[in-house]
């Protein structure tokens, strides 16, 4: 019998990439619940039944809820969900405040929690992870991001209409750019170098677009083994441009990822040799989606196979991230 997946926040995510996920994965959905009735009628059409609240969807008893909704309306149906014993994949950030992250941490109790940092599961980044670990650069020096896209103060998710820009809304998002694209990279560089940050200081801008939260960010950070974390993330960068660059530097070598950070399959990476200069691709899985084996892993999971889901560990990036964050909000 097929994975059987409820979602609550039937809006841009999970209508464009995790449907699609579900559908690649050969998992079912069986319920979504949102309040919006454009959003119920879309997923009626699809077959799936739709609530206006998280009750309805529990009660076709999924195997596990994907939740989406803005960033300061995940705890409510996190917390539903794990009440009534169902595994829950949580989208990022955790929450919008570090308050509503511990909470809803806490609440998970003994389901099987995964937050949905869906660029670990990148068959690119996991190529690039066995390479690391088997010794390809050395020892890894540096990671270097930038991860960046155009969201001014007019901009909708993709097909909403009725939903406000809640990501330039800081009480719904809990920040700008640097709480939706920042963490991304923290929680990719924490796998790749295999160990968690145990640094990180941010610096904010509003540079570009006129709205009350940050368009802009650097973060720049120290893993608990001594290699360094640079990330730039932003918001007001035209779409045309260079803008999905991952590397990866060691001492022996480098490693570099382009457009494999994001929601899609594919982009390219490539190793160069610190002795020779010489370069060669790293070959991965270009068709199948983040998102698609994100599902996989975590019915996987919940199927009680090996998987690297951890509310805690997840919990521990939030909190290192919101003391850097409240120290740049200072300063913005
Ligand atoms: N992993 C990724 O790459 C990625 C990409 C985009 C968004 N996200 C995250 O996904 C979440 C949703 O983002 P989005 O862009 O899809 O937003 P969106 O505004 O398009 O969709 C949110 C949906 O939630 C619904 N909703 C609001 N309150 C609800 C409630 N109480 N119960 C159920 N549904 C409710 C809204 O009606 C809307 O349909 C955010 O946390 C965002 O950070 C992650």
Not at 17 to 31: R, W
Not at 60 to 74: E, F, G
Not at 95 to 123: I, K, M, N, S
Not at 204 to 233: E, I, K, N, T
């Amino acid at each position: 019998m097929s994975f059987r997946w409820g979602i609550a926040g039937f809006g841009w995510v999970a209508r464009d990439h995790m449907l699609p996920a579900i559908a690649a994965a050969g998992h079912e959905l069986v319920a979504i619940a949102d309040p919006s009735s454009t959003a119920r009628a879309s997923a009626e059409a699809l077959g799936a039944f739709a609530s206006p609240d998280v009750t309805g969807l529990l009660a076709k008893r999924p195997d596990a809820i994907y939740v989406a909704t803005p960033n300061h309306l995940h705890l409510a149906p996190v917390a539903e969900a794990a009440a009534s014993g169902t595994a829950i994949l949580c989208e990022k950030p955790i929450a919008a405040t570090l308050d509503q992250a511990e909470a809803l941490v806490a609440a998970t109790g003994a389901v099987t929690y995964g937050t949905a940092f869906d660029q670990r599961h990148h068959p690119a980044h996991r190529a690039i992870q066995r390479e690391i670990a088997a010794g390809a650069i050395g020892q890894v020096t540096a990671v270097r991001i930038a991860y960046a896209c155009w969201i001014d103060p007019a901009w909708r998710p993709p097909g909403q209409t009725e939903v406000s820009n809640w990501r330039a809304d800081p009480a719904a998002a809990g920040g700008g750019a640097v709480i939706d694209l920042g963490l991304h990279g923290l929680d990719l560089a924490e796998m790749l170098v295999g160990e968690p940050l145990d640094r990180l200081q941010i610096t904010l801008q509003r540079r570009v677009h006129d709205y009350p939260v940050d368009d802009g960010g650097m973060l720049v950070g120290r893993f608990a083994g001594g290699a360094l974390l640079q990330s730039h993330v932003a918001y007001n960068c035209p779409e045309v441009l260079p803008r999905r660059r991952l590397e990866v530097l060691g001492d022996k070598g480098m490693i570099v990822a382009l457009d494999t950070m994001g929601q899609s399959a594919g982009g390219s990476v490539q190793l160069t040799c610190g002795r020779s200069g010489d370069t060669r691709a790293i070959r991965f899985d270009t068709d199948l989606s983040p998102f698609t084996a994100q599902a996989l892993a975590f019915a996987a999971a919940v199927a009680g196979g090996a998987h690297d889901f951890s509310g805690t560990r997840d919990l521990n990036l939030m909190r290192l991230f919101c003391t850097a964050h409240e120290e740049a909000l200072a300063c913005l």
